[in-house]
């Protein structure tokens, strides 16, 4: 059963930074194409970055270049996403996902296991 299960969400102060984490069970993320998704209340998906499977490329959304990273530790079968000079329109849920399908794009439909999401707040 593939499982994904995401942590490091908080509040944190506009210009702040957080890194969350995406521990994965029942995949092996070097097989997968992985991503970070985010929503906020009354909008629609947002894809921020995805890294194709066997690493075959990284996508970013324009608007989050620059300021978000995506990274996978293999050894922990984790995923995370570095965010800097965070702004309070990056308040959402952050959700990761995973598919064995490659390489990858920022549309939610093309990703089929989903964590349970993790709730950022930039406030000051």
């Known amino acids: 059963q593939v499982q994904l299960v995401e942590s490091g969400g908080g509040l944190v102060q506009p210009g702040g930074s957080l890194r969350l984490a995406c521990a994965a069970s029942?995949?092996?993320?070097?097989?997968?194409?992985v991503g970070w998704f985010r929503q906020a209340p009354g909008k629609e998906w947002e894809g921020i970055s995805c890294?194709?499977?066997?690493?075959?490329?990284?996508v970013y959304a324009d608007s989050m270049k620059g300021r978000f990273t995506i990274s996978i530790d293999n050894a922990k079968n984790t995923m995370y996403l570095e965010m800097n000079n965070l702004k309070p329109d990056d308040t959402a849920v952050y959700y990761c996902?995973?598919?064995?399908?490659?390489?990858?794009?920022?549309?939610?439909?093309?990703?089929?296991?989903w964590g349970q999401g993790t709730q950022v707040t930039v406030s000051g």
């Open positions: 029942g995949v092996t993320l070097d097989y997968y194409s």
């Open positions: 996902v995973a598919d064995r399908r490659t390489p990858c794009w920022l549309n939610p439909q093309r990703f089929d296991y």
């Open positions: 890294i194709g499977r066997n690493d075959e490329g990284t």
